[in-house]
């Protein structure tokens, strides 16, 4: 939706539930956009077709996926087409964020657990509506994450690939459950005591139910 606002097709998306003539219509394309979980495989199919590559973070949070779209229209040229659909998608998602944000999200603590990707664009989330990213726990080897790392916040607490001892040891408690978030990938059983709102995949508990995406201005709201 985002890609067919900027007046591009796409031509096929790695990995959909796709047939795999589907997915070889990757090769057509003049244009291979690389995120950040499928970088080694868009550079050798930019390689094999002489495609262009744009390389990009995910689309995640307000500020994220303005950053996307603007980083594919500048190499597209088609910069005037982004800022219009920028500013009718914040249009209609704002006013609805307002309300949420005054009586729910001022001042709440977050807390995370999942992949290093994921993290930057919930840092996003919690940041624009004025929530605190309390604590990140980065299920990938720091090798991975030190990007991710580096993006947070000075004053998120950090755990990079833990056991389980040292989940239990480092988790803050969730003083009751007032207050207090908990955004995950990976399901309920990691931390049980927190509410939980799930992002991400496989999110276990929701994503078979009902569109429900996380990427992009809907994602966001």
Same mark, same amino acid.
């Given at each position: ?19 795999? /003539?589907? &997915?070889? *219509?990757?090769?057509? =394309?003049?244009?291979? +956009?690389?995120?950040?979980? !499928?970088?080694?495989?868009? @550079? ?29 229209? /500048?190499? &597209?040229? *088609?910069?005037?087409? =982004?800022?219009?659909? +920028?500013?009718?998608?914040? !249009?209609?998602?704002?006013? @609805? ?51 991710? @790392? ?72």
């Amino acid at each position: 939706r985002m890609l067919a606002a900027l007046g591009l097709k796409t031509s096929s998306v790695w990995l959909e539930s796709m047939r795999f /003539g589907d &997915l070889q *219509r990757a090769y057509e =394309a003049r244009t291979i +956009i690389s995120l950040p979980y !499928g970088r080694r495989a868009a @550079r050798h199919v930019a390689r094999a077709t002489g495609a262009r590559l744009i390389e990009t973070p995910l689309p995640m949070g307000l500020r994220g996926t303005e950053t996307w779209l603007r980083r594919i229209a /500048g190499e &597209l040229g *088609r910069e005037a087409a =982004a800022e219009s659909f +920028i500013k009718a998608e914040l !249009g209609a998602i704002i006013p @609805r964020l307002e309300r949420a944000v005054a009586h729910y999200l001022l001042k709440l603590r977050v807390g995370f657990v999942g992949d290093p990707h994921l993290a930057e664009g919930v840092a996003d989330l919690v940041s624009s509506v004025n929530a605190e990213l309390s604590f990140a726990i980065l299920t990938n080897r720091p090798v991975h994450a030190k990007a991710a @790392r580096e993006a947070l916040p000075d004053t998120t607490e950090v755990l990079l690939y833990p056991r389980q001892g040292e989940l239990t040891d480092f988790t803050p408690s969730p003083s009751g459950g007032r207050g207090v978030l908990l955004a995950s990938s990976t399901g309920d059983g990691l931390l049980p005591d927190w509410p939980l709102v799930e992002i991400g995949f496989p999110s276990f508990h929701t994503h078979r139910f009902y569109d429900r995406p996380y990427l992009g201005f809907s994602g966001a709201a």
